[in-house]
């Protein structure tokens, strides 16, 4: 290979390697992580495949979950004026901050991790390269969790001898949302804390049993052992407890998180008070050790003291307590225990306690300590032979503990500032109360002090020690001065932020109390900041105009609304609210869309599909509504309203002022409907079975969708329309009243039986189907947002008759009136004459006139013997007897008041046309009208009598009861003159016995 050759491939391979490298790439930690409030949280990032420098630089900033789009810069590494105003403080303090591990990795700090850091961090490394080529940024996400975790255990001081067992309790738990785990450990800290602790013995999170270097081999004997008793019980178990387990013993609890990237993450640590614990050597000779579980107290804390003895076998000991070498309390062998008169009244309020909780350990408590209780405490134990000897064996002192109780002082010192010293009514107040030096829980109390009326003040706010927040009653109202907020800074600043203020009234001194409280003791300091409001007058007027009132399907409309005051729109927040009202009105007018003084646009819910039709512009004092496209349901009437806000509030509450505007309606213009539907009148004639009337429609739109309602004209003029069916646009149907029987469905049907004609199938029709039939046909078209109806058009009218046949069936057609009272049966005649030809077959139908003018078909024998019932109510009451074949009385069993009325009943006599073929009908005949009327249940004037008070009664019918002992007297009187004239009047008794009238009497 020649040198050119080698050169050119060195060349290429410096190029591609150039180009490998020279991709950037930043990485950072992957996420989603989760972090608990108030802990010490690092983000790692890292970029490679650079050029330049070999120390990169590095810019982190946040999207907050509430603006997802908007970045927040947090700190750099190299622009110390790239952190936003809301993160300057915390990067100063270095409460965030950026440690380099190298020169191309950092690592992002925020060592006290609060709600508001929850967001997508994002990672940037400025551009050093020639070119921009590759990642110069990447994103994780970071979600603040509640720290739920607690570990406790009572600090208590405990006192054994070699050999003994030791046992501790150690209570832990947490409710975090996200899939945890825990790890618990004990420790021993020797030494006064000067040295490390030494571990004992832990439960890791994989659930594993760690035991320190110095106890491995107990911990392999089950000397020591670590048990869980309960859901959140963890007992530290130490047996043949030894001299060098000795010391200040806790427990420490861990709550830990699987990353992403499949590492574990301790989240939160906690650790228990302390116990101290004293190991005594099993000696021969008495001895005596005493104990303090805190030495250093304030006042009003609780001092235990724990006075060991050591002794190998003797039991009957006395102990006395004291303080600066004076006695305090005293127990004798027996445990009874004996106070110096000058603490008896504290023992008798609970302050003091002395126990004996076994026989070589007595515990003294002194609840909250004062000054006087501050100095060297000593027990001194003296052996008695017996409980009741008086002689001691010998008495041992031990040594002085000395007990230190420090005073409580407040070195609170209170400032009140403000930021709005003077204001416009509308505008913000903004308070601030700083408190330094205080040692304790702190109360807040903000109080306005009105300039029209001196000596009087109203109660603003108030914060408590736990942090609960009440207002007072002239501010709890929100809609008034929006919503009051009091937060601390982390400086101990306290800061009032009232969103809104209302008038000059507002103006004055606001006055910041802060009280601290500590051991039943508070100091409270005051100071006041002056702030002065001045008023805005308001007028408003606004007018809405368009100009068109009527537009086509389509067509674009514009309305204006004009905003008129008596001062310049521009310095006052505007907000402005579209009204609509569809016609025909279905309510009042509801929010098609409102846009908020900082431009937010909210749209309503009623009209949802404006919003993609609907442009808002605002020139100067002009708000402008176009709408795209008209719809109908576009059409009503529109009203604009307008509303002025004080200034730097949100819309929430009472606006400065409002106003409505007039009303402007709209009319949107359908398409033109081009419906025609075939109007010629025709007849359907048939002998008997099915019918089909035709509905068919000339000319339409090719898009359209027909609804078709079928009415029937019954043959009498002067009745309305019945309406048979309707199928709407989606084929749904619909009944009259007259044919939703399910018999009635069963026979009338509508059918599309081409694109333009619709055909009513009328099965097995009857004479009570006579009539004259028509369709209503509706055009509806699709548009947009819903079927609209462009218009509809009736047909001719279609006359169905009954073919007669050329013989006619004999049968009785007298009309006749019968009677039957509520409840009995009645029997409606229908009878043939004469005998059928052989092989023919007869069929009966009834029908009852009703007054719509449509005979109601009630029963139908068909020529094969089955029967239906199109009016099923009635079906069980129905009955044909038969006594004869001829005979088809129809017997109406338990007559009701809706029976009354005109009935008949049609014969048809049908014949097979051949072996194998169809039955036709030859001749058929109607009977008489049956007229049937209803008599009420009858009523004894005996019952009516005794449903009465009995003296009511009796002068109510008194005239009733004699007129009847009268008819009585007559008819004796007749009967007897009858018997004896009988011989000389039979002719004129066989008249009065022929008469049917006479026979009823």
Same mark, same amino acid.
């Given at each position: 290979?020649?040198?050119?050759?080698?050169?050119?491939?060195?060349?290429?391979?410096?190029?591609?390697?150039?180009?490998?490298?020279?991709?950037?790439?930043?990485?950072?930690?992957?996420?989603?992580?989760?972090?608990?409030?108030?802990?010490?949280?690092?983000?790692?990032?890292?970029?490679?495949?650079? #050029?330049?420098?070999?120390?990169?630089?590095?810019?982190?900033?946040?999207?907050?979950?509430?603006?997802?789009?908007?970045?927040?810069?947090?700190?750099?590494?190299?622009?110390?004026?790239?952190?936003?105003?809301?993160?300057?403080?915390?990067?100063?303090?270095?409460?965030?901050?950026?440690?380099?591990?190298?020169?191309?990795?950092?690592?992002?700090?925020?060592?006290?991790?609060?709600?508001?850091?929850?967001?997508?961090?994002?990672?940037?490394?400025?551009?050093?390269?020639?070119?921009?080529?590759?990642?110069?940024?990447?994103?994780? @996400?970071?979600?603040?969790?509640?720290?739920?975790?607690?570990?406790?255990?009572?600090?208590?001081?405990?006192?054994?001898?070699?050999?003994?067992?030791?046992?501790?309790?150690?209570?832990?738990?947490?409710?975090?949302?996200?899939?945890?785990?825990?790890?618990?450990?004990?420790?021993?800290? #020797?030494?006064?804390?000067?040295?490390?602790?030494?571990?004992?013995?832990?439960?890791?999170?994989?659930?594993?049993?760690?035991?320190?270097?110095?106890?491995?081999?107990?911990?392999?004997?089950?000397?020591?052992?670590?048990?869980?008793?309960?859901?959140?019980?963890?007992?530290?178990?130490?047996?043949?407890?030894?001299?060098?387990?000795?010391?200040?013993?806790?427990?420490?609890?861990?709550?830990?998180?699987?990353?992403?990237?499949?590492?574990?993450?301790?989240?939160?640590?906690?650790?228990?008070?302390?116990?101290?614990?004293?190991?005594?050597?099993?000696?021969?000779?008495?001895?005596?050790?005493?104990?303090?579980?805190?030495?250093?107290?304030?006042?009003?804390?609780?001092?235990?003291?724990?006075?060991?003895?050591?002794?190998?076998?003797?039991? @009957?000991?006395?102990?006395?307590?004291?303080?600066?070498?004076?006695?305090?309390?005293?127990?004798?062998?027996?445990?009874?225990?004996?106070?110096?008169?000058?603490?008896?009244e504290r023992a008798k309020l609970g302050q003091l306690r002395a126990?004996?909780?076994?026989?070589?350990?007595?515990?003294?408590?002194?609840?909250?300590?004062?000054?006087?209780?501050?100095?060297?405490?000593?027990?001194?134990?003296?052996?008695?032979?017996?409980?009741?000897?008086?002689?001691?064996?010998?008495?041992?002192?031990?040594?002085?503990?000395?007990?230190?109780?420090?005073?409580?002082?407040?070195?609170?010192?209170?400032?009140?500032?403000?930021?709005?010293?003077?204001?416009?009514?509308?505008?913000?107040?903004?308070?601030?109360?700083?408190?330094?030096?205080?040692?304790?829980?702190?109360?807040?109390?903000?109080?306005?002090?009105?300039?029209?009326?001196?000596?009087?003040?109203?109660?603003?706010?108030?914060?408590?020690?736990?942090?609960?927040?009440?207002?007072?009653?002239?501010?709890?109202?929100?809609?008034?001065?929006?919503?009051?907020?009091?937060?601390?800074?982390?400086?101990?600043?306290?800061?009032?932020?009232?969103?809104?203020?209302?008038?000059?009234?507002?103006?004055?001194?606001?006055?910041?109390?802060?009280?601290?409280?500590?051991?039943?003791?508070?100091?409270?300091?005051?100071?006041?900041?002056?702030?002065?409001?001045?008023?805005?007058?308001?007028?408003?007027?606004?007018?809405?105009?368009?100009?068109?009132?009527?537009?086509?399907?389509?067509?674009?409309?514009?309305?204006?609304?004009?905003?008129?005051?008596?001062?310049?729109?521009?310095?006052?927040?505007?907000?402005?609210?579209?009204?609509?009202?569809?016609?025909?009105?279905?309510?009042?007018?509801?929010?098609?869309?409102?846009?908020?003084?900082?431009?937010?646009?909210?749209?309503?819910?009623?009209?949802?599909?404006? #919003?993609?039709?609907?442009?808002?512009?605002?020139?100067?004092?002009?708000?402008?509504?176009?709408?795209?496209?008209?719809?109908?349901?576009?059409?009503?009437?529109?009203?604009?309203?307008?509303?002025?806000?004080?200034? @730097?509030?949100?819309?929430?509450?009472?606006?400065?002022?409002?106003?409505?505007?007039?009303?402007?309606?709209?009319?949107?213009?359908?398409?033109?409907?081009?419906?025609?539907?075939?109007?010629?009148?025709?007849?359907?004639?048939?002998?008997?079975?099915?019918?089909?009337?035709?509905?068919?429609?000339?000319?339409?739109?090719?898009?359209?969708?027909?609804?078709?309602?079928?009415?029937?004209?019954?043959?009498?003029?002067?009745?309305?329309?019945?309406?048979?069916?309707?199928?709407?646009?989606?084929?749904?149907?619909?009944?009259?009243?007259?044919?939703?029987?399910?018999?009635?469905?069963?026979?009338?049907?509508?059918?599309?039986?081409?694109?333009?004609?619709?055909?009513?199938?009328?099965?097995?029709?009857?004479?009570?189907?006579?009539?004259?039939?028509?369709?209503?046909?509706?055009?509806?078209?699709?548009?947009?947002?819903?079927?609209?109806?462009?218009?509809?058009?009736?047909?001719?009218?279609?006359?169905?008759?009954?073919?007669?046949?050329?013989?006619?069936?004999?049968?009785?057609?007298?009309?006749?009136?019968?009677?039957?009272?509520?409840?009995?049966?009645?029997?409606?005649?229908?009878?043939?004459?004469?005998?059928?030809?052989?092989?023919?077959?007869?069929?009966?139908?009834?029908?009852?006139?009703?007054?719509?003018?449509?005979?109601?078909?009630?029963?139908?024998?068909?020529?094969?013997?089955?029967?239906?019932?199109?009016?099923?109510?009635?079906?069980?009451?129905?009955?044909?007897?038969?006594?004869?074949?001829?005979?088809?009385?129809?017997?109406?069993?338990?007559?009701?008041?809706?029976?009354?009325?005109?009935?008949?009943?049609?014969?048809?006599?049908?014949?097979?046309?051949?072996?194998?073929?169809?039955?036709?009908?030859?001749?058929?005949?109607?009977?008489?009208?049956?007229?049937?009327?209803?008599?009420?249940?009858?009523?004894?004037?005996?019952?009516?009598?005794?449903?009465?008070?009995?003296?009511?009664?009796?002068?109510?019918?008194?005239?009733?009861?004699?007129?009847?002992?009268?008819?009585?007297?007559?008819?004796?009187?007749?009967?007897?003159?009858?018997?004896?004239k009988k011989s000389n009047s039979t002719g004129w008794m066989m008249?009065?016995?022929?008469?049917?009238?006479?026979?009823?009497?």
């Open positions: 290979m020649g040198l050119a050759q080698c050169l050119a491939a060195a060349f290429l391979f410096l190029l591609l390697l150039g180009l490998t490298t020279g991709q950037r790439l930043v990485t950072v930690q992957q996420g989603p992580l989760y972090r608990v409030r108030g802990s010490h949280v690092t983000l790692w990032c890292k970029v490679s495949g650079y #050029q330049g420098p070999a120390e990169q630089n590095f810019q982190w900033s946040i999207y907050l979950p509430s603006a997802p789009e908007r970045e927040v810069q947090i700190v750099s590494t190299v622009d110390p004026s790239f952190p936003y105003a809301i993160y300057t403080q915390r990067v100063r303090g270095r409460g965030i901050f950026v440690e380099r591990l190298q020169g191309d990795a950092v690592l992002l700090h925020i060592t006290e991790l609060q709600e508001r850091d929850a967001g997508q961090y994002e990672c940037h490394t400025p551009n050093t390269d020639e070119r921009y080529l590759g990642s110069y940024s990447a994103k994780t @996400n970071l979600t603040v969790i509640p720290d739920t975790l607690s570990a406790s255990m009572a600090a208590q001081a405990l006192s054994h001898m070699e050999g003994d067992v030791v046992e501790l309790t150690c209570e832990v738990s947490k409710s975090t949302a996200q899939h945890t785990h825990l790890s618990v450990g004990w420790y021993l800290l #020797q030494g006064g804390g000067e040295h490390r602790a030494k571990e004992i013995l832990t439960l890791s999170k994989d659930f594993i049993l760690k035991p320190g270097p110095s106890y491995e081999q107990r911990f392999l004997e089950g000397d020591v052992q670590l048990n869980k008793v309960g859901n959140t019980t963890y007992k530290l178990v130490i047996r043949g407890v030894k001299q060098s387990d000795q010391g200040q013993l806790y427990c420490e609890a861990a709550e830990w998180i699987e990353d992403p990237d499949g590492t574990w993450k301790d989240i939160s640590c906690k650790q228990t008070q302390r116990t101290r614990l004293a190991v005594l050597s099993q000696g021969r000779n008495l001895s005596v050790d005493i104990t303090a579980a805190e030495p250093s107290l304030s006042e009003g804390d609780t001092l235990q003291l724990s006075c060991v003895v050591g002794a190998p076998k003797s039991s @009957n000991f006395k102990v006395i307590w004291l303080l600066n070498d004076m006695e305090v309390a005293g127990v004798d062998p027996h445990g009874v225990l004996i106070w110096e008169e000058e603490y008896e126990f004996k909780p076994s026989n070589t350990v007595y515990v003294l408590t002194i609840s909250e300590v004062g000054l006087e209780d501050k100095g060297t405490y000593q027990c001194s134990v003296s052996e008695m032979k017996t409980p009741g000897d008086l002689h001691s064996i010998q008495t041992v002192v031990s040594s002085g503990i000395q007990v230190d109780v420090k005073p409580i002082e407040s070195h609170m010192r209170l400032s009140v500032s403000t930021s709005t010293p003077r204001v416009t009514a509308g505008d913000a107040l903004v308070l601030h109360c700083e408190v330094q030096g205080a040692t304790g829980p702190v109360s807040l109390r903000w109080w306005h002090l009105p300039p029209r009326h001196p000596g009087r003040r109203e109660l603003v706010a108030a914060v408590e020690r736990d942090g609960a927040l009440s207002l007072g009653s002239a501010y709890q109202d929100g809609r008034a001065r929006g919503s009051l907020r009091v937060h601390k800074e982390s400086s101990g600043t306290f800061t009032l932020v009232i969103p809104s203020t209302l008038d000059e009234e507002d103006g004055g001194q606001y006055r910041c109390e802060a009280t601290q409280w500590a051991r039943g003791r508070s100091w409270t300091g005051k100071g006041e900041a002056a702030v002065t409001v001045s008023s805005m007058g308001l007028g408003l007027h606004a007018t809405l105009r368009s100009r068109i009132a009527t537009v086509t399907y389509g067509q674009s409309f514009e309305l204006f609304c004009q905003v008129d005051a008596s001062y310049a729109l521009e310095e006052v927040p505007l907000s402005v609210q579209w009204l609509f009202q569809p016609s025909p009105p279905k309510g009042p007018l509801h929010q098609l869309v409102q846009v908020l003084p900082n431009g937010t646009v909210v749209w309503g819910t009623a009209q949802p599909r404006f #919003q993609g039709k609907a442009q808002l512009a605002k020139t100067d004092t002009s708000f402008r509504l176009h709408i795209h496209s008209a719809l109908p349901a576009n059409e009503g009437t529109y009203q604009c309203e307008v509303k002025v806000w004080r200034r @730097n509030v949100l819309p929430l509450g009472e606006p400065a002022a409002s106003t409505s505007s007039n009303a402007v309606g709209i009319k949107v213009m359908l398409p033109e409907s081009k419906l025609q539907v075939a109007t010629k009148d025709s007849s359907v004639e048939i002998a008997s079975g099915n019918a089909a009337i035709e509905c068919r429609i000339v000319f339409a739109r090719n898009n359209s969708q027909f609804a078709v309602t079928w009415y029937l004209l019954p043959p009498l003029a002067d009745t309305e329309p019945l309406q048979i069916i309707r199928a709407n646009y989606s084929s749904i149907l619909e009944y009259g009243s007259e044919f939703s029987s399910p018999a009635q469905k069963s026979r009338f049907l509508n059918q599309r039986v081409s694109s333009n004609i619709f055909q009513l199938q009328i099965l097995s029709a009857d004479l009570g189907d006579r009539g004259s039939y028509y369709c209503v046909v509706e055009e509806w078209l699709w548009l947009v947002d819903g079927w609209y109806k462009l218009g509809e058009g009736t047909s001719g009218r279609t006359t169905l008759k009954f073919k007669l046949t050329e013989r006619e069936l004999p049968m009785e057609k007298t009309n006749r009136s019968i009677s039957a009272r509520e409840g009995q049966e009645a029997t409606l005649p229908c009878r043939l004459q004469a005998a059928l030809p052989p092989g023919s077959r007869l069929s009966a139908t009834w029908f009852q006139v009703t007054g719509s003018g449509r005979d109601s078909a009630l029963l139908a024998l068909r020529h094969d013997g089955s029967v239906e019932y199109p009016e099923e109510r009635r079906a069980a009451r129905l009955l044909l007897r038969r006594p004869s074949a001829g005979d088809f009385s129809l017997t109406l069993s338990s007559v009701e008041r809706g029976d009354a009325g005109a009935y008949y009943c049609q014969l048809q006599e049908w014949q097979q046309q051949g072996e194998g073929k169809d039955w036709a009908v030859q001749a058929l005949a109607c009977s008489g009208y049956t007229q049937l009327s209803i008599i009420p249940p009858e009523s004894t004037v005996l019952s009516r009598i005794c449903s009465s008070p009995p003296l009511l009664n009796f002068i109510l019918y008194l005239p009733l009861v004699l007129i009847l002992l009268l008819v009585f007297a007559v008819f004796c009187w007749y009967c007897k003159f009858r018997k004896s008249e009065l016995e022929g008469n049917e009238e006479a026979k009823k009497i």
